[in-house]
């Protein structure tokens, strides 16, 4: 009997998959016979295709490992070489759908990617690399991670001695100078190079938590979720944390200005602050570098009477005058054109848009009793307060909105800093938390800190080969000064030759940025004659004195052959 309501030609999900898989298998079983299978797949019809459960997940399936080159081949064409054995989803989807390609992986890798590729690091490295040179340019941005890879081991780097470690904490704190020859026949017997090696290590840092990582603080409420926070609920333990805070950052200041410190960072939650003393980066004042910046801290820094310059977009702005000028020829031409139209009566009839957005007033009768604006004050204040806020707050969170203060203001950006409520989180992981402190000279209140160091071996593909790989890594807040002197270190213990990926904050690339009244041609000899006491290395400040040529950008990758440099970044 029939069942009422009920549909014979009703068709269940499987019987439809199955209509949709006959359809495909009829109009491809002849292009098939007539064409070698693709992928290099054996021509045969599936007698039973195995079907995937279309419920099932596919990021949580496990799989076996394979090559990209596999994934690749088998996301092309599936196992028995036919679309039919595809999944379901697949063969719903239109035809005419144009989807992008994938981009093509090279067969062969250098050493650096394979060994990247190895030890799970992705990292993009641009393709255009520099001219050699035997010195890279300074890199003010600050590195959470630097992998060093060699033909040759970095058994020299491992299991320091006591005496050697002591020696090294030893050598920074009276800023000894280290010359090396420039290649080491034995690098693991060397105890000079082993104690420059931890000296090079060394950093300062305030406030010292050590359960908590304070570096970097942008983006770090989901590392410090969860960790011991006793200060969050209590005011008065915020305030002693202040104060002490306070103290180290004035007495790094003052370092600073006395040039017995040559920079230091202020990495906030939102910002981070470069704090550079006379004679670095091109510049013969004291110079502080504020990014990423709101408008809402520009405003506070401005009432404050805190007189800065935003370098990035002067320099969109003059780029873009000096483009425009062939463009303000020709509308001048236009221009006078219209004028001599206007003066034989062409003249457009004014709009009655204006007279229109208040004709509800006359219907209210209350026209007489409301002042109606200017004409022209309606046209004009869109046009320029509006659109100069709206660029203004387009701009925040960017390198664009990069805030440069020079001489005696970084002092007065000091004590806003110092005063200014909204420096330390009110609420979340770092809630009454104070900045932290990175410098790279001992200040009142600093911790000694030292980066980690390790070595790895991998194997590397090299032209279809495997060759053995050696490589160094380096955890922490890397600064400029560290980069420099790990990479003389490395420049004498490997011959010469080595190659680095570097991991940039990135938050602090724009610290490259060319900075406004920065004179490459400053006396080298009175500068470094001020600078002597600063605590850095001679060729460290020598790089670090010249004007930032890097732009918004940051080092990724470092090489060195023959003793010569060349750099991605």
Same mark, same amino acid.
């Given at each position: 009997?029939?069942?009422?309501?009920?549909?014979?030609?009703?068709?269940?999900?499987?019987?439809?998959?199955? =209509?949709?898989?006959?359809?495909?298998?009829?109009?491809?079983?002849?292009?098939?016979?007539?064409?070698?299978? $693709?992928?290099?797949?054996?021509?045969?019809?599936?007698?039973?295709?195995?079907?995937?459960?279309?419920? +099932?997940?596919?990021?949580?399936?496990?799989?076996?490992?394979?090559? $990209?080159?596999?994934?690749?081949?088998?996301?092309?064409?599936?196992?028995?070489?036919?679309?039919?054995?595809?999944?379901?989803?697949?063969?719903?989807?239109?035809?005419?759908?144009?989807?992008?390609?994938?981009?093509?992986?090279?067969?062969?890798?250098?050493?650096?990617?394979?060994?990247?590729?190895?030890?799970?690091?992705?990292?993009?490295?641009?393709?255009?690399?520099? $001219?050699?040179?035997?010195?890279?340019?300074?890199?003010?941005?600050?590195?959470? &991670?630097?992998?060093?890879?060699?033909?040759?081991?970095? @058994?020299?780097?491992?299991?320091?001695?006591?005496?050697? #470690?002591?020696?090294?904490?030893?050598?920074?704190?009276?800023?000894?100078?280290?010359?090396?020859? &420039?290649?080491?026949?034995?690098?693991?017997?060397?105890?000079?190079?082993?104690?420059?090696? !931890?000296?090079?290590?060394?950093?300062?840092?305030?406030?010292?938590?050590?359960?908590?990582?304070?570096?970097?603080?942008?983006?770090?409420?989901?590392?410090?979720?969860?960790?011991?926070?006793?200060?969050?609920?209590? #005011?008065?333990?915020?305030?002693?944390?202040?104060?002490?805070?306070?103290?180290?950052?004035?007495?790094?200041?003052?370092?600073?200005?006395?040039?017995?410190?040559?920079?230091?960072?202020?990495?906030?939650? !939102?910002?981070?602050?470069?704090?550079?003393?006379?004679?670095?980066?091109?510049?013969?004042?004291?110079?502080?570098?504020?990014?990423?910046? @709101? &408008?809402?801290?520009? #405003?506070?820094?401005?009432?404050?009477?805190?007189?800065?310059?935003?370098?990035?977009?002067?320099?969109?702005?003059?780029?873009?005058?000096?483009?425009?000028?062939?463009?303000?020829?020709?509308?001048?031409?236009?221009?006078?054109?219209?004028?001599?139209?206007?003066?034989?009566?062409?003249?457009?009839? $004014?709009?009655?848009?204006?007279?229109?957005?208040?004709?509800?007033?006359?219907?209210?009768?209350?026209?007489?009793?409301?002042?109606?604006?200017?004409?022209?004050?309606?046209?004009?204040?869109?046009?320029?307060?509006?659109?100069?806020?709206?660029?203004?707050?387009?701009?925040?969170?960017?390198?664009?909105?990069?805030?440069?203060?020079?001489? @005696?203001?970084? /002092?007065?950006? =000091?004590?806003?800093?110092?005063?200014?409520?909204?420096?330390?989180?009110?609420?979340?992981?770092?809630?009454?938390?104070?900045?932290?402190?990175?410098?790279?000279?001992? /200040?009142?209140?600093?911790?000694?800190?030292?980066?980690? %160091?390790?070595?790895?071996?991998?194997?590397?593909?090299?032209?279809?080969?495997?060759?053995?790989? /050696?490589?160094?890594?380096?955890?922490?807040?890397?600064?400029?000064?560290?980069?420099?002197?790990?990479?003389?270190?490395?420049?004498?213990?490997?011959?010469?030759?080595?190659?680095?990926?570097?991991?940039?904050?990135?938050?602090?690339?724009?610290?490259?940025?060319?900075?406004?009244?920065? +004179?490459? %041609?400053?006396?080298?000899?009175?500068?470094?004659?001020?600078?002597?006491?600063?605590? =850095?290395?001679?060729?460290?400040?020598?790089?670090?004195?010249?004007?930032?040529?890097?732009?918004?950008?940051?080092?990724?990758?470092?090489?060195?052959?023959?003793?010569?440099?060349?750099?991605?970044?």
């Amino acid at each position: 009997s029939a069942v009422p309501g009920y549909s014979p030609g009703f068709k269940k999900p499987p019987a439809m998959l199955r =209509l949709k898989r006959k359809r495909l298998r009829r109009s491809e079983l002849p292009a098939a016979a007539a064409a070698p299978p $693709p992928c290099g797949a054996a021509l045969r019809v599936p007698s039973a295709p195995v079907r995937r459960n279309p419920f +099932s997940s596919l990021d949580n399936a496990p799989r076996a490992a394979s090559t $990209p080159q596999q994934r690749e081949r088998d996301r092309r064409c599936p196992a028995d070489g036919f679309p039919s054995a595809a999944p379901f989803w697949q063969l719903l989807e239109p035809v005419c759908e144009d989807k992008p390609a994938r981009r093509a992986e090279p067969s062969e890798r250098t050493d650096v990617l394979a060994l990247t590729e190895d030890l799970h690091l992705p990292v993009a490295v641009p393709e255009v690399p520099s $001219p050699p040179r035997h010195e890279f340019p300074a890199d003010w941005s600050l590195k959470t &991670r630097l992998l060093f890879m060699s033909s040759q081991p970095f @058994t020299w780097a491992e299991h320091l001695k006591a005496q050697e #470690e002591a020696q090294g904490f030893t050598q920074h704190c009276r800023a000894t100078e280290t010359n090396l020859p &420039r290649s080491i026949q034995e690098p693991k017997v060397s105890t000079e190079l082993r104690c420059a090696f !931890q000296q090079s290590l060394v950093y300062w840092l305030h406030p010292s938590l050590p359960w908590l990582q304070l570096f970097p603080r942008i983006g770090a409420d989901r590392r410090m979720a969860g960790k011991a926070t006793p200060w969050a609920q209590d #005011e008065t333990l915020q305030q002693v944390l202040m104060s002490d805070w306070s103290v180290s950052f004035t007495s790094l200041y003052n370092l600073l200005k006395a040039k017995l410190c040559p920079y230091f960072y202020v990495c906030t939650y !939102q910002f981070t602050v470069l704090f550079r003393t006379a004679g670095l980066a091109g510049s013969d004042v004291l110079t502080a570098v504020v990014s990423p910046t @709101t &408008r809402g801290l520009r #405003e506070a820094m401005r009432n404050e009477g805190i007189e800065f310059s935003l370098p990035l977009v002067e320099e969109s702005r003059a780029r873009k005058r000096k483009n425009s000028e062939v463009d303000l020829e020709t509308e001048g031409a236009n221009s006078l054109e219209m004028g001599s139209s206007m003066e034989n009566g062409e003249e457009q009839a $004014p709009s009655d848009d204006d007279d229109e957005s208040f004709s509800w007033l006359e219907e209210m009768g209350v026209q007489d009793k409301v002042k109606k604006p200017d004409a022209i004050s309606i046209k004009l204040y869109p046009f320029s307060a509006c659109r100069k806020e709206k660029h203004e707050v387009q701009m925040d969170h960017k390198p664009e909105s990069l805030a440069l203060v020079r001489g @005696t203001n970084t /002092f007065t950006l =000091l004590n806003f800093l110092i005063n200014c409520k909204s420096l330390v989180a009110v609420a979340g992981p770092q809630a009454g938390l104070p900045p932290t402190l990175l410098s790279p000279v001992a /200040f009142r209140g600093g911790t000694m800190q030292t980066l980690k %160091a390790r070595s790895i071996s991998a194997k590397a593909r090299v032209h279809m080969a495997y060759k053995d790989i /050696f490589s160094l890594e380096i955890v922490g807040p890397v600064m400029p000064h560290s980069l420099h002197l790990l990479t003389m270190l490395l420049r004498a213990a490997q011959s010469g030759a080595f190659s680095a990926v570097l991991y940039t904050h990135e938050p602090t690339a724009v610290f490259n940025a060319q900075l406004d009244g920065a +004179s490459p %041609a400053l006396n080298e000899e009175p500068v470094s004659r001020d600078l002597a006491a600063c605590g =850095l290395h001679p060729e460290a400040l020598h790089q670090l004195r010249q004007p930032p040529t890097l732009g918004k950008s940051a080092l990724h990758f470092l090489e060195m052959k023959d003793y010569a440099y060349t750099w991605k970044s």
